[in-house]
């Protein structure tokens, strides 16, 4: 990995000769790093696409818009795969974290290697309401650990599951946050403060719950927020090739069967946002996520 000044601040960048064939010619690109784990195809698919198993620029941004994704892309990329020819302001990128999705929760963007960059989100509250929540951990890197002490820190941690827990006991030390986590994922090992156990949903706040879901991992858990956001690691995704709900067969490392069975207890909930560690967000009304549910249920029964 190899590190650069963009204006004053040191980031890991690509390397141009190991400059990737697929991408276009011109300003960006990734290197032979890149660990296709398609953070910048899904924040920025106006510029970046998976062309097999790695990405590569398929089109060179053309505006400030553009660019602004572009370096987005560049400080959420775990692996240092993206570069620029060009020189560009990295506060261009970095500012733009967290990002707001939807009311008063945020995507943190920086993912990390360790979680083969999985997506990590922030509930921004007032600490009269609780504070902050993070929900899998981010890369621990110091231009988002001030954007989010700026917003208010960490008051808690929410591990979905054992793969996706990257720098979580950095931001316990930084914030003095305490953790939630499944018995079954490791949670004491990891010196975890609030261990979850059992198949029973749990009830952290009023308007927060974690529901265990058994499957890709033994200890996975989803978190519903307000019964709007739920946040599901890596236990259901968007598909959008399909245009529905999905889950990751090939990645149900306990048991597909199990997961088939916890997918179908969250029929129970009211959701409107499926916010994922890896695979693509979906929105819909509570409605439609109901139907898209059912419908990934019933897909998954005829998967082996
Ligand atoms: S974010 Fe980086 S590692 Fe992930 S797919 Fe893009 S270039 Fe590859």
């Known amino acids: 990995m190899l590190f650069a000044l963009f204006c004053g601040l040191l980031l890991s960048v690509a390397s141009l000769q190991q400059r990737l064939p697929e991408n276009v010619p011109g300003d960006f690109f990734v290197d032979a790093t890149c660990i296709d784990c398609d953070t910048c195809s899904q924040l920025a698919p106006e510029i970046f696409r998976d062309h097999g198993d790695q990405c590569s620029v398929h089109h060179q941004p053309q505006n400030a818009e553009e660019v602004r994704r572009a370096m987005m892309a560049l400080v959420s990329c775990p692996t240092g795969s993206i570069g620029a020819t060009e020189s560009h302001d990295a506060h261009i990128g970095i500012d733009a974290f967290p990002m707001p999705i939807d009311e008063n929760v945020y995507?943190?963007?920086?993912?990390?290697?360790?979680?083969?960059?999985?997506?990590?989100?922030?509930?921004?509250?007032?600490?009269?309401?609780?504070?902050?929540i993070l929900i899998d951990s981010p890369r621990f890197a110091s231009q988002l650990v001030k954007r989010i002490d700026a917003m208010g820190g960490v008051s808690r941690m929410l591990l979905t599951h054992k793969d996706d827990v990257a720098d979580h006991e950095l931001f316990r030390k930084r914030f003095h946050c305490d953790r939630v986590m499944h018995a079954a994922d490791g949670a004491a090992r990891l010196g975890?403060?609030?261990?979850?156990?059992?198949?029973?949903?749990?009830?952290?706040?009023?308007?927060?719950?974690?529901?265990?879901?058994?499957?890709?991992?033994?200890?996975?858990?989803?978190f519903l927020y307000r019964n709007k956001f739920l946040f599901t690691g890596d236990h259901l995704a968007w598909s959008p090739a399909r245009q529905t709900l999905t889950a990751f067969r090939s990645v149900a490392w306990y048991s597909w069967p199990e997961q088939t069975r916890s997918m179908a207890k969250l029929l129970s909930y009211e959701f409107e946002w499926v916010?994922?560690?890896?695979?693509?967000?979906?929105?819909?009304?509570?409605?439609?996520?109901?139907?898209?549910?059912?419908?990934?249920?019933?897909?998954?029964k005829t998967v082996k």
């Open 275 to 300: 916010l994922p560690g890896h695979g693509d967000i979906g929105h819909d009304d509570a409605r439609s996520m109901h139907d898209h549910l059912e419908r990934c249920v019933s897909w998954m």
């Open 192 to 222: 975890v403060e609030q261990v979850v156990e059992g198949a029973d949903p749990v009830q952290l706040d009023e308007d927060l719950l974690v529901i265990p879901t058994p499957g890709h991992t033994r200890g996975h858990v989803v």
């Open 107 to 132: 995507f943190c963007g920086f993912t990390s290697e360790s979680s083969f960059g999985g997506w990590s989100y922030l509930i921004n509250r007032p600490a009269g309401e609780g504070g902050n």
